[in-house]
């Protein structure tokens, strides 16, 4: 499948709560207030939904497979029921001292997700909630957005713009759903097009 339109999200910070001592169980796995609804807007305006996701907690024992698919099960099944979806969930498990290519700041994730939809980096929009998933997006060619949630809540306005200022082109928003309105309101969709509402390093 090609999709026509493309949005990847970074999970934790942005979809749900984030965790200083790492999200660890489909219990810990909150979402954010809106942000299932914003992706299941994006979905009945068109868009396909990916997420790309550092999961180390994965390569430090401190969850296994098992549980990350759990934690993913009751992501869907909540999704599922304001009537989104997610296509795809591309995920590194590895420690930070393992070096690998998959790991946010680095691209490998986002490079893997053009290859297997066969669209150009540039096509792609990337949503996050750090300065890692900026410079991600950056080094992939993908067009970069934050949201002041997770990681990015805890940090000043000054900072923010740093980040900003260190990735030329991305923008911030204050959560999903107001990047969902920015993308919206961008690309013309009217609000009642869509009414009121893997195994390895990655799956789905």
């Known amino acids: 499948m090609t999709p026509s339109k493309l949005v990847v999200l970074d999970r934790d910070g942005t979809i749900n709560e984030d965790r200083i001592d790492y999200v660890r169980s489909a219990e810990e796995w909150v979402p954010i207030p809106g942000a299932l609804e914003a992706i299941a807007r994006l979905n009945h305006a068109g868009w396909h939904v990916v997420i790309a996701t550092n999961q180390s907690g994965l390569g430090r024992g401190l969850f296994d497979m098992a549980m990350l698919n759990t ?64 410079q991600a997006a950056a080094a992939a060619g993908c067009e970069a957005h934050l949201v002041r949630t997770g990681k990015a809540a805890l940090v000043t306005d000054a900072e923010i713009a740093q980040w900003l200022a260190q990735v030329p082109g991305s923008c911030a928003h204050a959560d999903l759903s107001v990047f969902v309105d920015y993308l919206m309101q961008r690309e013309g969709v009217s609000a009642e097009r869509f009414g009121d509402t893997v195994s390895g390093r990655h799956a789905g």
């Open 71 to 134: 934690m993913h099960t009751k992501m869907n099944t909540l999704l599922a029921q304001v009537g989104g979806r997610i296509d795809a969930i591309f995920f590194c498990p590895h420690a930070p001292i393992e070096g690998c290519e998959c790991r946010k700041p680095l691209p490998g994730l986002y490079l893997e997700i053009a290859e297997r939809y066969n669209v150009h980096a540039k096509e792609i929009i990337t949503v996050g909630d750090s300065l890692r998933d900026l």
